[in-house]
């Protein structure tokens, strides 16, 4: 059984920045797409970040672009989302999520973590 879990949430100001950690078990971590989204309270989901299992490709939400970077390393079964220039409107619970499939910013992930909350403060 495939399980992640997020660390590195917290409270920052506005123009901090956070480092979130996603830790792989259970799978080939090599072998899955992985992602990170996130839930603002009354919002629904939304897609942050992709890459491809190799690292060589990477996807981001137009919101996020230029200020946050999504990273892996295979030997260490872990995924990084390196976030800058927070913003109050990144405020959410951001979630780790790992796929063998196609998708790539769409919602159907085989994996999801628990999730880890970020709080930036104007």
């Known amino acids: 059984q495939v399980q992640l879990v997020e660390s590195g949430g917290g409270s920052v100001q506005a123009g901090g920045s956070l480092r979130l950690s996603c830790a792989a078990s259970g799978c080939t971590f090599s072998s899955y797409r992985m992602a990170w989204f996130r839930q603002a309270p009354g919002k629904e989901r939304e897609f942050v970040a992709a890459?491809?299992?190799?690292?060589?490709?990477?996807h981001y939400a137009d919101s996020v672009k230029g200020r946050f970077t999504i990273s892996r390393d295979n030997a260490k079964n872990m995924v990084y989302l390196q976030m800058s220039s927070l913003k109050p409107e990144d405020t959410a619970v951001y979630y780790c999520?790992?796929?063998?499939?196609?998708?790539?910013?769409?919602?159907?992930?085989?994996?999801w973590g628990q999730g880890t909350q970020v709080t930036v403060s104007s």
């Open positions: 999520a790992a796929t063998r499939g196609t998708v790539v910013t769409g919602q159907a992930y085989d994996y």
């Open positions: 890459i491809s299992w190799s690292g060589g490709t990477t």
